[in-house]
């Protein structure tokens, strides 16, 4: 399968995540375009977004099915909630002299999973990122958060960090990695068209 990526600017991307994540019925609050903006205006970032067509539309209209937002963690964020994130990383990922990438918020409409798109997305950011001289990206997920689970462990990225919550496990934070060698893309699997949106 050939998939449809769409890498977009900032303003313009912020504006379409905003708009696709009243999709996504599973996260208690959405991101709006300007805390996106806020974010992304002072570091490196890339915002991408898979489209497919609509089934059964003799047109072939394109609708985003899946997203990916990430971007750059440094070891001395000013960013409260960033800087948080390091301190909570602390003793698993190494932030002197290297690059980390930090993937923030993603996911696929439900109609569309399994169909290999949020991996399409991942591996473009992983392309990317390496030609950008990262040497390691960061998730941060929920123990309750399953499916995405078992996506990252097909993507090869390893549990650095569990952090429990006393109260209720499922709420419990899980932080992966993955190390961003050179010949890691040789292995990417998706097959990948890239266009600049305005």
């Not at 990317?128 to 097909?154: C, H, P």
């Not at 090869?156 to 952090?163: I, S, T």
Request: proline share 4%; aromatic share 10%; charged share 30%.
């Amino acid at each position: 399968m050939q998939y449809l990526i769409k890498q977009y600017p900032l303003e313009s991307g912020a504006l379409e995540i905003q708009y696709i994540e009243e999709y996504f019925g599973e996260f208690p609050r959405r991101k709006t375009a300007r805390e996106i903006i806020d974010r992304l205006a002072v570091r490196l970032s890339l915002i991408l977004m898979a489209e497919a067509p609509l089934p059964d539309d003799p047109a072939g209209a394109l609708v985003p099915v899946s997203y990916k937002i990430v971007h750059e963690i440094r070891g001395d964020e000013h960013d409260g909630k960033l800087r948080d994130l390091v301190e909570r990383l602390h003793g698993h990922v190494s932030f002197d002299g290297r690059r980390v990438l930090y993937s923030w918020i993603g996911g696929t409409r439900r109609d569309w999973r399994g169909q290999g798109h949020f991996r399409a997305l991942t591996e473009e950011s992983e392309t990317w990122a390496i030609a950008n001289g990262f040497d390691e990206i960061v998730v941060k997920t929920k123990n309750r958060y399953y499916d995405m689970r078992t996506v990252l462990s097909q993507l090869r990225f390893n549990v650095a960090k569990f952090e429990r919550n006393p109260l209720d496990n499922d709420e419990s934070k899980v932080y992966l990695t993955k190390l961003l060698q050179a010949d890691l893309v040789r292995g990417h699997r998706s097959v990948r068209t890239v266009v600049h949106a305005d």
